[in-house]
């Protein structure tokens, strides 16, 4: 009778994992060094990444209007925070159209 796809991934599985297994309880000490080097050798190659001044500037192309706003944004307003808040209040409250959700008031602002 045929396997079914799950079957033949269980076994396939199965199969790695067992012979995974072996090899690590006859060869412990083999194993742990060749991890070891591994990792190392992983983590020497993480070591030499070139690293940027600005990050946001590698993924953008050049002269993007974005990064042209954030740095005149960064010009006018010298905040370490990140953070920028404004306030709008309407000129006149005691009159009639004291609603700064106005069409009117938005051309203004």
């Keep these: ?7 033949k991934v269980e076994t396939t599985l199965s199969n790695v994992f067992g012979s995974w297994g072996i090899i690590v309880a006859v060869n412990p000490c083999r194993v742990f060094w ?3 080097l591994v990792f190392l050798a992983l983590c020497g190659g993480m070591s ?8 946001s500037e590698i993924w953008t192309p050049k002269n993007n209007p974005s990064i042209l706003a ?3 944004q960064q010009e ?3 905040s370490k925070g990140g953070f920028i808040g404004l306030m709008f209040e309407v ?7 004291s609603s ?3 069409i009117d008031a938005f051309k203004e602002i």
Excluded at 1 to 7: D, L, V, Y
Excluded at 50 to 55: G, I
Excluded at 91 to 97: G, V
């Design 70 to 72: 954030n740095r005149r």
């Design 100 to 102: 700064i959700i106005s």
């Design 34 to 36: 060749i991890s070891l």
């Design 76 to 78: 006018m307003f010298p």
């Design 91 to 97: 000129k006149d409250p005691e009159s009639t159209d």
């Design 48 to 55: 030499q990444q070139a690293a940027f001044p600005d990050e």
């Design 1 to 7: 009778m045929p396997k079914s796809c799950q079957e």
